[in-house]
């Protein structure tokens, strides 16, 4: 049943001997030890779950791991290179776009997403993205004007 | 000048509470300045002794610590859910000591570490809590001042201090820091009496806005919560649950998930659960568990629950009588009805509830998301049938509280599987199971008769409340014929019901301000006017008034077809006053808050930034049981599971928000977490009217039940 699945996760060539069909939610935190990856309601009503796979937001909650297998995932602990916070995280400590926080690991990948594929998003293009990702403490004003600041750096460090 | 007593008692009391022998207390804190303080009045106390049941540390129950290397440390049984006490406190803490805030640590809900506390609700915590922990650290600078005087020969008069190093006013190189005065020291002091509050002008800190400072944890992934913490040869759980509340086990077959390779399967009485290293594999078993039930269910739903609670058996309180009511029948000209509606929500934190347990020998360690860390420690030492020091809460951050995370059965189930399996185990809720574990805002009805004379006057008052819960049903006008009767006590809910961020008052002022609005509309009045021609309190009026600003409101009498609402109360000692613009699709029913205005007077404000952004949390979070939330039942059979079919506000209700919070530092500061959230029901129903001329008498406002209601129109 198990089988070594490769990917690339947070820059790391990684292989594991897996049962395939484990969710990558549960193998990223189970089996990597990456508790950043919040379970929120597990059937993707809420985001808490997001990592990036190949560049793109998804729903770590209902994909099996082995679609990630020879994929590049990056998860909220890989967003920091050399000690540096990515321009999105820092946008989000700037505005202070958090309460409790636990909305938040998914709401910084589910933007980091975003902004790859569009990286001047206006402020309906940001709602429209981040709509699928729910915060019960109400951060969402202070999360949109953090996108927004971010946007405007990663573009500027390009 | 103050003397400095060494108290050298032998015996905490609190170490009862903690279990912490006090040899093992300095052992683990080290030397340094403790200061212990009473945040209760005595009375309080005793009350709260007799409602729980326990004798309480009559000493203190939370303290202070300078230690050696000069930082400070706060030990306090509050949580951190996202309200930023861990900011505001420190604020306060570093202003008190002249110490450079980043040196102020918080050390929060640690049942090992941190003395006894009463649990994190009803916006205590800057309210009650923070004027002791001012005094406190004014003791402790007193006695660093006199230290810092010994040390450098020099009277304290002499002394000035900043970012907690001592200088001599008359020369600046001899100076000592904190850190060295306390250095191979230990001295206690105990505080009693009451706190007097002191000039807030001096303060470098407090009325200063902070960012949260457990955000670098929290955008980089590291807080812990209390799913995640990691320890070796920890097993996932999942427990079987009954499809509805009423519902007894008749029979279990557990043969097919005991096939399951990896699968570990308990039983003890009702209690059955799986358990595995995978989490996936957990959720696999369970549902092969065939179980078979018996019924005995309440006939109700969420249509039928209003008449239940009109109906049921209930004690009648008069909270409030001033004049006669007849009277005020008499003399007023013309007499309002009404009946208003407000159903079950949710309390839907995205962190659903979770526990780690661990057992190493007869030690019980829970890491439990938990509003009340000293509750879940004698809940776990009663079930567990343990002695109280043995049983050790921590509470890592809180992913949303709001009055849910009060309860602990996932803890216990946490323990009790701990136990029989002889290894650490992690109890982490499904969504669904949080819907239905939840302890639900209980559905409430609230009846108003109101009059008033020719001139708009308001002549009577006679508001009963039938199952919110009292607070908030006060009549904040000036009514000389008065009466507020609350009904509570029968058995109407078929599921928990317990404290909702606010509790009662988003229901009670939701009546209430919808009452004043249709009567001014029946004086043909603006309801901004009508509301300042009927009060009295000068605080309120301020308020409206900086609200009405703010907003740039203009008078009309409503229905004016412009969407704007309005709506006051008070809350936790807090005043607030909304204002909000909506626009009513008439085709579809459907609500887009435009704009919301809230003016808030909550005396002085410690941390403005955190205050506005827990405002502007209120506002969002409260559109959500205006406008859409609300369990759906039959009987004990909650039919909402996950977001799908209970909807909370997302990115594109978010309205454009104003905030203004009242400049009054010279009082004393009140509760900022709950207030701005309990007008949103009656500033938004208030605005679909001015919209449409629809007035909705309940709540949430669904499009269905406002395209009803135009209907009516
Ligand atoms: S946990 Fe994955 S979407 Fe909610
Ligand atoms: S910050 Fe608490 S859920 Fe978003």
Same mark, same amino acid.
């Given at each position: 049943m198990e089988e070594t699945i490769r990917f690339e996760l947070n820059g790391k060539k990684t292989q594991m001997l *897996? /049962?395939?069909?484990?969710?990558? *939610?549960?193998?990223?935190?189970?089996?990597?030890?990456?508790? !950043?990856?919040?379970?929120?309601?597990?059937?993707g009503f809420c985001g808490a779950c997001t990592v990036l796979l190949e560049q793109e937001a998804v729903r770590s909650c209902t994909l099996p791991v082995s679609d990630a297998a020879n994929k590049k995932i990056v998860t909220i602990e890989g967003l920091v290179l050399n000690g540096n916070l990515h321009p999105v995280q820092k946008a989000f400590m700037e505005h202070d776009a958090l309460q409790?926080?636990?909305?938040?690991? !998914?709401?910084?990948?589910?933007?980091?997403?975003?902004?790859?594929?569009?990286?001047?998003?206006?402020?309906?293009?940001?709602? =429209?993205?981040? %709509?699928?990702?729910?915060?019960?403490? !109400?951060?969402?004003?202070?999360?949109?004007? +953090?996108?927004?600041t971010a946007g405007k750096e990663m573009k500027g460090g390009k | 000048m103050k003397k400095i007593i060494t108290n050298e008692k032998e015996s905490l009391t609190s170490q009862e509470r903690t279990g912490m022998k006090r040899r093992d207390f300095f052992k683990l804190l080290g030397g340094g300045i403790f200061i212990f303080f009473q945040p209760r009045d005595t009375f309080k106390l005793l009350e709260l002794q007799a409602q729980q049941g326990r004798s309480l540390p009559t000493e203190f129950n939370a303290f202070l610590q300078i230690a050696e290397d000069g930082s400070v440390n706060c030990y306090t049984g509050k949580i951190e859910m996202g309200q930023g006490a861990i900011t505001s406190l420190a604020q306060i803490m570093a202003d008190e000591l002249e110490v450079p805030f980043e040196n102020v640590k918080m050390v929060m809900g640690d049942t090992d570490l941190c003395p006894w506390d009463g649990g994190t609700n009803g916006s205590q915590t800057t309210r009650s809590f923070s004027p002791h922990m001012r005094v406190a650290a004014a003791e402790a600078k007193t006695i660093l001042m006199q230290l810092g005087s010994d040390y450098l020969h020099v009277p304290v008069s002499q002394l000035e201090v900043k970012d907690g190093i001592i200088t001599d006013i008359k020369n600046n190189k001899s100076k000592v820091s904190y850190g060295e005065l306390t250095k191979g020291k230990r001295i206690e002091k105990h505080l009693d009496g009451k706190p007097e509050l002191k000039d807030y002008i001096k303060f470098k800190y407090v009325g200063k806005p902070y960012l949260h400072q457990d955000s670098r944890l929290k955008v980089t992934g590291e807080a812990k919560f209390s799913a995640d913490i990691q320890l070796p040869g920890l097993l996932h759980a999942r427990l079987l649950r009954p499809p509805s509340h009423g519902a007894k086990l008749v029979t279990a077959d557990l043969s097919e998930a005991e096939k399951i390779k990896g699968i570990q399967v308990v039983r003890d009485g009702d209690l059955i659960a799986v358990l595995s290293d995978d989490r996936d594999k957990v959720d696999q078993a369970i549902v092969k568990v065939k179980a078979g039930y018996s019924f005995d269910e309440t006939e109700v739903d969420d249509k039928t629950i209003f008449d239940r609670i009109l109906k049921a058996n209930s004690e009648t309180n008069v909270i409030k009588s001033n004049g006669d009511l007849e009277t005020g029948r008499k003399i007023s000209d013309s007499v309002t009805e009404s009946e208003f509606h407000n159903s079950y929500v949710a309390h839907a934190t995205i962190e659903p509830h979770a526990a780690t347990a661990m057992i190493e020998g007869d030690k019980i360690t829970v890491w439990v998301s938990t509003q009340q860390p000293f509750r879940a420690q004698e809940t776990i030492a009663r079930e567990m049938n343990v002695p109280l020091e043995k049983v050790r809460i921590k509470t890592p951050f809180l992913g949303g509280g709001f009055g849910g995370?009060?309860?602990?059965?996932?803890?216990?189930?946490?323990?009790? &599987?701990?136990?029989?399996?002889?290894?650490?185990?992690?109890?982490?809720?499904?969504?669904?199971?949080?819907?239905?574990?939840?302890?639900?805002?209980?559905?409430?009805?609230?009846?108003?008769?109101?009059?008033? /004379?020719?001139?708009?006057?308001?002549?009577?008052?006679?508001?009963?409340?039938?199952?919110?819960?009292?607070?908030?049903?006060?009549?904040?006008?000036?009514?000389?014929?008065?009466r507020t009767t609350n009904y509570s006590g029968g058995s109407v809910h078929p599921f928990g019901t317990g404290a909702w961020r606010a509790p009662g008052n988003n229901t009670n002022t939701f009546?209430? %301000?919808?009452?004043?609005?249709?009567?001014?509309?029946?004086?043909?009045?603006?309801?901004?006017?009508?509301?300042?021609?009927?009060?009295?309190?000068?605080?309120?009026? +301020?308020? *409206?008034? @900086?609200?009405?600003?703010?907003?740039?409101?203009?008078? @009309?009498?409503?229905?004016? !077809?412009?969407?704007?609402?309005?709506?006051?109360?008070?809350d936790v000692g807090t005043l607030v006053a909304h204002i909000a613009e909506v626009k009513v699709d008439k085709i579809t029913g459907h609500v887009q808050v435009i704009r919301v205005v809230?003016?808030? /007077?909550?005396?002085?404000?410690?941390?403005?930034?955190?205050?506005?952004?827990?405002?502007?949390?209120?506002?969002?979070?409260?559109?959500?049981? +205006? *406008?859409?939330?609300?369990?759906?039942?039959?009987?004990?059979?909650?039919?909402?599971?996950?977001?799908?079919?209970?909807?909370?506000?997302?990115?594109?209700?978010?309205?454009?928000?104003?905030?203004?919070?009242?400049?009054?530092?010279?009082?004393?500061?009140?509760?900022?977490?709950?207030?701005?959230?309990?007008?949103?029901?009656?500033?938004?129903?208030?605005?679909?009217?001015?919209?449409?001329?629809?007035?909705?008498?309940? &709540?949430?406002?669904?499009? %269905?039940?406002?395209?009803?209601?135009? =209907?009516?129109t």
């Open positions: *897996l /049962d395939p069909n484990l969710t990558l *939610l549960w193998v990223l935190r189970n089996e990597f030890g990456l508790t !950043g990856t919040k379970y929120g309601c597990g059937m409790c926080g636990y909305c938040t690991p !998914g709401m910084i990948m589910n933007a980091v997403g975003l902004l790859l594929k569009n990286p001047e998003p206006s402020q309906q293009d940001i709602i =429209k993205g981040m %709509e699928g990702n729910l915060c019960r403490c !109400g951060a969402h004003v202070r999360i949109t004007k +953090a996108i927004q | 995370k009060s309860a602990h059965k996932q803890a216990v189930e946490a323990v009790k &599987l701990a136990k029989i399996t002889g290894r650490p185990v992690v109890v982490a809720w499904t969504r669904q199971e949080e819907f239905f574990y939840d302890t639900f805002r209980p559905a409430a009805v609230v009846k108003i008769t109101s009059g008033m /004379d020719k001139s708009g006057k308001i002549t009577l008052w006679d508001y009963n409340t039938y199952y919110a819960g009292a607070r908030g049903s006060d009549t904040i006008y000036d009514v000389p014929n008065a009546a209430r %301000e919808s009452q004043i609005n249709i009567m001014a509309s029946k004086a043909g009045m603006d309801p901004l006017e009508f509301r300042l021609m009927n009060l009295k309190d000068e605080k309120m009026i +301020a308020v *409206l008034k @900086a609200a009405a600003d703010k907003f740039g409101y203009t008078p @009309a009498r409503n229905p004016s !077809g412009r969407g704007y609402g309005i709506a006051c109360g008070t809230c003016a808030q /007077d909550m005396g002085l404000c410690v941390n403005p930034q955190g205050t506005t952004i827990q405002m502007e949390g209120c506002i969002t979070m409260g559109m959500g049981y +205006a *406008l859409t939330e609300e369990i759906q039942f039959q009987g004990g059979d909650i039919k909402n599971h996950s977001f799908d079919t209970y909807e909370i506000p997302r990115f594109s209700w978010v309205p454009k928000i104003d905030t203004v919070i009242m400049d009054r530092k010279d009082q004393a500061p009140q509760g900022g977490g709950e207030p701005t959230i309990i007008c949103m029901g009656a500033v938004i129903a208030n605005a679909v009217y001015d919209a449409t001329g629809a007035r909705l008498y309940q &709540l949430p406002m669904t499009p %269905e039940r406002i395209l009803t209601a135009m =209907k009516k």
